[in-house]
């Protein structure tokens, strides 16, 4: 080891290590303390890139961390450090071809219920009365009037 202040080769000392985890030495004719081969503070970049790519190919930011055992917002920051690299992506004047995906929406309200313990809305309750009133008014005659007309009715 030679001191970079004094070029002194003699009288060099360990002296502990610094946060990146380097060894330090202390020269015993200046006193000064110096690292000879400093580590970087920080992850690998090829850490980095892996995370960039699993992050890609669909890997969540918190199971990215999980796996290599770092920090997710450290992963967050290399992807956004990463995104700010790219060049501007290219949008065509005209598209040519759209392509769509297939999606099914309910308007209103779904026509059938299959949950087994549903009981349903009051107009459910109403329009499901209207209906067996008008095919069967003999059998439910004895039901208006009570609350028991609703248990008939849904099950």
Known sequence: ??????????????????????????????????????????????????????????????????ILKVSQQSVANWINAYVEKLPPAERPEKLNIAELDEMYTFIGDKKQNLHPNYRGSRDTVRSKLGYCWQTHPREYASLSGSSSWRKAILQ
Request: proline share 8%; hydrophobic share 25%.
């Open 1 to 66: 080891m030679q001191c970079p202040k004094c070029q002194s080769t003699v009288k060099q000392y360990r002296s502990g290590f610094n946060l990146s985890g380097s060894q330090r030495h202390r020269c015993g004719v200046c006193n000064r303390v110096y690292t000879p081969i400093p580590n970087l503070n920080g992850y690998p970049p090829e850490i980095r890139m892996l995370a960039i790519r699993m992050y890609v190919e669909g890997n969540s930011q918190r199971a990215i961390g999980r």
